[in-house]
């Protein structure tokens, strides 16, 4: 049972627009979401979180929502860049996975120049 | 640079060897977590180590062993190796300053060893 969903196994986003990349997760318990880019055979860099006290956080270029009743939620980049070409990972946890992170599958995100 | 170093950063082995894999916590994390990543796959989440003692499993083979030692630094055994283990394997750390979390925290990814099994 996949607790933390993205669907979109790639994205394509012109450079310069925004890019959205969606996670679902199904747990009501979660209350700590985290962001993570990776480039081929290196490490997830972490990019973002948010707790579930807010409904955004933001750092520059990247902005993560977070809809509790919907347990959506999203990570906008913009203006996106080449560079942002990468897989972006969504994690959550919360008190019922003793703060285990519970990942996604990750979505390839490939900005076109 | 995260301040998680692995080493070695690329290995090959034959099957049926047995490699270790270690890793260095950022300073003065107490949580170590291995994740495995195969070609095209997700983060597979291993096994998470808080202060010296085990504190999660997850899909790690009974072939596969950790520890974490006293100066916190951590490391992957991995026996009779088949082609399938051919991964990258990914240490990462947290602060995790309590055994019993009451909130969430971020962990840092080190560059990955990659094994490659022949």
């Known amino acids: 049972d996949q607790q933390v969903k993205q669907n979109s196994p790639s994205l394509s986003v012109q450079e310069g627009r925004i890019s959205i990349l969606n996670c679902d997760y199904t747990?009501?318990?979660?209350?700590?979401f985290l962001w993570y880019k990776k480039y081929p055979a290196e490490g997830p860099t972490f990019l973002i979180s948010?707790?579930?006290i807010k409904d955004k956080n933001e750092d520059g270029r990247f902005t993560v929502f977070l809809n509790k009743s919907a347990k959506h939620l999203s990570l906008h980049i913009v203006p996106s860049q080449p560079g942002d070409s990468a897989v972006y990972f969504c994690?959550?946890?919360?008190?019922?996975?003793?703060?285990?992170?519970?990942w996604g599958a990750g979505t390839k995100l490939i900005i076109k120049p | 640079d995260s301040g998680v170093t692995q080493t070695p950063k690329h290995l090959i082995t034959a099957t049926g060897q047995r490699v270790t894999l270690r890793c260095s916590p950022r300073?003065?994390?107490?949580?170590v977590y291995w994740y495995q990543q195969s070609l095209d796959q997700g983060l597979q989440f291993l096994i998470h180590?808080?202060?010296?003692?085990?504190?999660a499993k997850g899909n790690i083979l009974e072939r596969f062993s950790a520890q974490q030692f006293p100066d916190l630094h951590s490391e992957l055994n991995l026996s009779s190796l088949e082609l399938g283990d051919s991964a990258l394997y990914f240490c990462?750390?947290?602060?995790?300053?309590?055994?019993?979390?009451?909130?969430?925290?971020?962990?840092?990814f080190g560059e990955g060893s990659w094994l490659t099994v022949v």
């Open positions: 990462a750390s947290s602060v995790a300053i309590s055994e019993k979390p009451t909130s969430g925290n971020t962990i840092y």
């Open positions: 300073s003065g994390d107490l949580s």
């Open positions: 180590y808080y202060n010296g003692e085990e504190r």
């Open positions: 747990n009501s318990m979660f209350d700590y």
């Open positions: 948010i707790s579930s």
């Open positions: 994690a959550a946890s919360g008190v019922d996975s003793n703060y285990q992170l519970i």
